[in-house]
């Protein structure tokens, strides 16, 4: 199945959000959500829960990781994940620098 590229983002988010609920047992039910650089702020109707978009981006890494099989093709799984990121739209994070000695 192929997602029109329009509508990647709104999927990426979505799947990123509700996966983000579901493993810290968030108990919050949104319907609408608005997005920038800062924060993911999530609407049920009555009330807002924002979750700054670095704790997103970092999630959506553990469930690439998490859903990565070393032993396959790691070409095509790279690849997949870098549409899937880039999908996201937002790089807040930075990788950890190595200490020169």
């Known amino acids: ?30 319907n609408l959500y608005s997005h920038n650089n ?24 553990k469930i690439l990781a998490d859903s990565m099989n070393i032993q396959s093709h790691y070409t095509d799984q790279k690849h997949q994940s870098e549409l899937v990121i880039a999908a996201f739209g937002y790089s807040t994070t930075v990788p950890m620098g190595k200490i020169h000695s």
């Open 38 to 61: 800062v924060s993911f702020s999530l609407y049920d109707g009555k009330k807002e829960y924002p979750i700054p978009t670095s704790d997103l981006e970092v999630h959506l890494y």
């Open 1 to 30: 199945m192929t997602i029109p590229v329009e509508n990647q983002q709104s999927y990426v988010h979505n799947y990123v959000i509700e996966h983000y609920i579901y493993t810290n047992k968030v108990q919050f039910e949104p």
